[in-house]
């Protein structure tokens, strides 16, 4: 309770502070909640500390949902030494295809989260002063997309690792940045609506590059016959 209660808080703070770009410090964090110091750090290293937390602590309530039941949940790769080892940070839908995967349920969880406090993560994206949380989230969802892109390259294909790392950082990047492009220059939530078709579409984007890169134009042109009969019937 004292947790959240902190977290509570410091959404509350960064919310109200009239000059966004002044980040919200332990100091007038623990005057506020009218609690020592020491207190504050039984709990968290720091306050980048505590904007990791409520973003993984509400991630993975989500992810432990019934409709993840049957998703692969996966957690930060140990090479990032992450805090919340214990909390999921992410969910794999394996598709009906070897090698296949369907994020697109995945995504629109990540969007809701920060849709719920869509003020709070427009400061927290959009001013240099947490650009230290914006780092964090891209280095966690490195090492997963790498792993999505082994699975998607099977047992028969192989890439050169600087091949591999760079389509991992490419897209997981990629997917961040659409992120920061709505919470710090638009102004606004990510839009979910009529977007069902499109949801997956990092992944979809991964499979092309593959299937041209090993199967030549025969697979780009396989590829695009799957991707229209997939856009008329479900989504991507």
């Known amino acids: 309770m004292t947790k959240q209660s902190i977290a509570d808080c410091f959404i509350e703070l960064v919310v109200a502070q009239p000059d966004p770009r002044r980040r919200i410090d332990v100091t007038t964090l623990v005057k506020k909640l009218e609690i020592d110091r020491k207190t504050f750090y039984n709990h968290f290293d720091n306050t ?19 409709k993840f039941y049957q998703a692969e949940l996966d957690y930060p790769a140990e090479e990032l030494h992450d805090k919340y080892t214990d909390l999921p940070c992410y ?48 280095l966690l969802f490195i ?10 390259l099977g047992e028969g294909r192989k890439l050169s690792a600087s091949t591999h790392e760079f389509l991992a950082e490419y897209h997981a990047t990629g997917l961040w940045g659409r992120v920061r492009l709505y919470f710090s ?23 092309l ?28």
């Open 91 to 138: 969910a794999r839908f394996y598709g009906r295809r070897e090698g296949e995967l369907n994020q697109g349920p995945f995504f629109r969880t990540v969007c809701g989260v920060l849709n719920e406090q869509s003020e709070y993560y427009r400061r927290i994206f959009g001013f240099a002063c947490y650009i230290d949380f914006s780092r964090y989230v891209e």
């Open 48 to 66: 980048t500390d505590l904007v990791i937390w409520i973003f993984r602590a509400r991630l993975a309530e989500k992810l432990r949902d019934r």
């Open 143 to 152: 090492p997963l997309f790498r792993t999505d892109i082994q699975i998607m």
């Open 185 to 207: 220059y638009l102004n606004q939530s990510i839009p979910d609506q009529n977007l069902d078709p499109v949801w997956n579409y990092a992944h979809t984007a991964i499979r």
């Open 209 to 236: 590059t593959l299937d041209t890169m090993f199967e030549g134009p025969e697979g780009n042109a396989t590829f695009h016959a799957q991707l229209a009969q997939k856009r008329c019937g479900r989504p991507l």
